[in-house]
């Protein structure tokens, strides 16, 4: 059983279109992040969130933590070419150690 | 400031064989996690070292195992590789003493078994 279910696995956009992807699970976190990996790259830290209800905006990107804390939201206005990727959710076990959904991969179309 | 910089990039092995990656830390960083990504999936945790120990472990058979040099630096061995094994080996720093989540990840090791 996946700890994060993220949803969906896949979507392909046009450019200057919005999108909304998320992460979700029935355990309560105390954070959660969300990474991007672009290929043939390693995941980079875009966000961690706390708070249950916290927003946080990355220039275009909108992240959301859910209010009990058990799922978060990324939403992205106008997407762009540059923000193909796979967008990863993870929580932290402590010391570091991170839990991974399957991500999300996002394509956008010029 | 260097990143986090792993070893080789790509490489293509056979069933049976062994093989070792490296990885070299961000600087300042003392905590080196190894994670392996299977192509579709979200990496998964495979062992963390710090102070030149295992600290943690995931669900990984005995054939995975590493070390830790007096430097940071850090090998991943995979001995009796299996068809399986085949995935992106990812390593990822962080300071050992404060437990953020924030971890700083190389760019890979793409192993290929056949």
């Known amino acids: 059983t996946q700890l994060l279910e993220q949803s969906p696995q896949f979507l392909s956009i046009q450019e200057g279109e919005n999108l909304t992807v998320y992460c979700n699970s029935s355990?309560?976190?105390?954070?959660l992040q969300w990474y991007r990996q672009e290929p043939g790259e390693g995941p980079v830290l875009l966000v961690t969130v706390v708070t249950g209800g916290e927003v946080k905006k990355l220039k275009r990107l909108t992240f959301q933590f859910g209010d009990a804390r058990k799922d978060s939201s990324l939403h992205i206005t106008a997407a762009q070419p540059g923000d193909t990727g796979l967008y990863l959710c993870?929580?932290?076990?402590?010391?570091?150690?991170?839990?991974f959904g399957k991500g999300n991969q996002v394509v956008v179309i010029p | 400031d260097a990143g986090v910089t792993q070893s080789p990039t790509h490489l293509i092995k056979t069933r049976g064989q062994q093989v070792t990656l490296r990885c070299s830390p961000k600087s300042g960083h003392d905590t080196v996690s190894w994670y392996q990504q299977a192509l579709g999936q979200g990496p998964q945790f495979i062992f963390q070292?710090?102070?030149?120990?295992?600290?943690q472990r995931g669900n990984f058979p005995d054939r995975f195992s590493g070390h830790q040099f007096p430097n940071y630096s850090s090998e991943l061995n995979v001995n009796a590789l299996l068809l399986g094994d085949s995935a992106l080996y990812l390593c990822a720093s962080s300071p050992g003493r404060v437990a953020t989540g924030e971890l700083f990840f190389g760019e890979g090791s793409r192993l290929t078994v056949l």
């Open positions: 355990s309560v976190f105390s954070s």
């Open positions: 070292y710090y102070e030149e120990e295992e600290r």
């Open positions: 993870a929580v932290s076990y402590g010391n570091n150690r991170l839990a």
